[in-house]
């Protein structure tokens, strides 16, 4: 005979009925997770143990009553009865008053392992290993369908794409979670020293309950990330969330985007430090020849000066000097002696001797202003020079460059026939 066919409503109306005479009146400890308290007054929120947990709700009526603050975490004891909503057949209980217990068992938990990590080290900054500042290739350990996964490569792609980002799908919650957490740093962490070698591992997934998080709360994770070689970055939930993991890793990164703009350079900063550099270097190059070519300048009015033509017209106007003044010198000499000649009568004797030597000076200061080089110069003749030097005709060779000056002008002149006549 065929059992009676019951529709989803029916069977669920039915174990409603049975669940809520059977279990009217229940007293259940536990830790509170995923709270919620909603702006009616009604709080949601679940209860659990280390295997199960059950959904709550305490209704405004029963909640204003509350002694104390509920927080995640904390271990209590609830008073109230089962109770089924048919439209989804699920079920939960009905809160009539909450005491608490103690501390929650996963905070405890939480506490303990970080006190024994803490005191073995692992969270000494001098242990801690330095992130590249141009990472080149990342190993990522986050699960390949996560919502974490799409931010932090949106994230890494606009900040810095030259880097090679390699996903290795991994469990982040769950039972085995923190099994498949620790292969897969192990994993990661195997090519240190090769020439696949990851720069950085990061570990990271989205937000989510203490329960959902718990997998990085292991100290098996934790003993895997400080014995590994590779720089470790924990990005696992929000901000606030913090992971015995996070403590553990060379850097924490408050969220899995965060951890991005964290470990990888931007290069919109980069490219404006490029711009700058060689706007600086350009700058630099600038100056230097500027301050070169002052220097150029500067030494060629110096070689002017040492110059041999700079010589040869000091030389010239100082002769022309020295000569002005033996002119005037003897001017005057020879004036204050015919004054005193003048005054004396001399017999025709000393007048003749007096004007034969008269006679012999003019003819000395005429071959002197002969031997004058301006008067020379001035004569038609020019001097000729050649690499500064001055040189004889008989040396010049065909096509030889020479310098041609005499007191006024300079001529730059080429040698192009040469004329020996011998006699």
Not at 119 to 134: A, C, E, R, V, W
Not at 302 to 321: G, T
Request: hydrophobic share 40%; aromatic share 8%; with cysteine.
């Amino acid at each position: 005979m065929n059992p009676q066919i019951l529709s989803v409503t029916q069977i669920n109306t039915q174990i409603k009925s049975l669940v809520e005479t059977t279990f009217l009146n229940v007293s259940v400890q536990g830790e509170i997770s995923n709270l919620t308290k909603h702006s009616s007054g009604h709080i949601y929120f679940s209860i659990k143990d280390e295997s199960s947990s059950i959904r709550c709700v305490m209704f405004k009526g029963n909640s204003v009553n509350l002694r104390f603050e509920l927080s995640s975490g904390q271990n209590v004891v609830i008073y109230g009865g089962l109770s089924v909503y048919v439209p989804r057949g699920e079920y939960q209980i009905i809160c009539k008053s909450i005491e608490p217990s103690g501390e929650g068992a996963l905070s405890l938990a939480y506490e303990q392992l970080k006190i024994k990590l803490q005191t073995k080290g692992y969270f000494d900054s001098n242990m801690k290993k330095n992130i590249p500042l141009f990472p080149k290739k990342i190993a990522l350990l986050t699960s390949s369908t996560g919502a974490a996964l799409q931010d932090m490569l949106r994230v890494a792609e606009k900040r810095w794409n030259l880097t090679n980002i390699v996903l290795i799908n991994t469990l982040v919650q769950g039972e085995g979670a923190k099994f498949d957490i620790v292969k897969n740093i192990q994993y990661a962490d195997s090519f240190f020293g090769t020439k696949d070698a990851f720069d950085i591992i990061v570990i990271g997934r989205g937000g989510g309950s203490r329960e959902d998080l718990w997998a990085f709360n292991e100290e098996i994770v934790a003993n895997s990330i400080f014995e590994a070689k590779t720089p470790i970055v924990s990005a696992v939930g929000h901000e606030i969330d913090f992971l015995i993991s996070d403590f553990v890793a060379d850097l924490r990164a408050p969220t899995p985007s965060a951890c991005m703009e964290m470990i990888l350079p931007d290069k919109q900063e980069w490219l404006l430090r490029l711009d700058e550099t060689r706007a600086c270097y350009d700058m630099t190059f600038e100056n230097l020849l500027n301050a070169k070519e002052q220097r150029v300048i500067s030494l060629n009015q110096d070689l002017r000066q040492v110059s041999v033509e700079a010589r040869f017209k000091r030389d010239a106007n100082e002769i022309y000097e020295l000569t002005n003044y033996l002119n005037k010198a003897f001017e005057n000499l020879l004036h204050s002696k015919a004054i005193e000649l003048s005054s004396i009568n001399l017999d025709p004797v000393m007048e003749y001797f007096l004007f034969d030597k008269f006679k012999q000076i003019q003819e000395l200061q005429i071959k002197l202003e002969g031997k004058n080089p301006k008067s020379f110069i001035q004569s038609g003749y020019a001097q000729v020079l050649k690499e500064g030097k001055i040189i004889s005709l008989k040396t010049l060779q065909k096509d030889d460059e020479i310098d041609l000056i005499d007191t006024d002008t300079e001529l730059k002149a080429r040698i192009l026939e040469i004329t020996n006549e011998e006699k």
